[in-house]
């Protein structure tokens, strides 16, 4: 079992430094440990990085993963230094996570569909509205 290389943070370490360096300095200086030299064992837990920088679904098999792959070029950015209060980020979260779906369903429809596009204008303003 490996501590997160995070300090302050006594979780068990499972994702692994990025092989890319570039990636990897700025998972140092996310940390706050930019003068640290990650080793292979160096990990960092599941609890500093978003839902959404995880891979859910495989590319190739389409069958949602047992263990979460991270995505590719993330970087953690949750720690107890920057934390927000949990309610306003699940908020504005599912927020973007609901403009985004809804634009997903939009694209899927003939780009002539005046009815869509009044209706994305109409729940882009009420979330204005919300915050
Ligand atoms: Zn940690």
Redesign the pocket.
Known sequence: MT????PK???T?VHHFPKDKKIGRKWLKAIRREKSIPTNSSR?????FMESDYENISKYTGVKHQHKYLKKGVVPSIFSWNMKPASEKAKSREQRLQIRNLKKQLFSLPSTSQHCEDKVCFFENNIIKGI
Request: glycine share 8%.
């Open positions: 501590r997160c290389f995070v943070c006594s979780e370490g960092l837990c599941r609890k500093h």
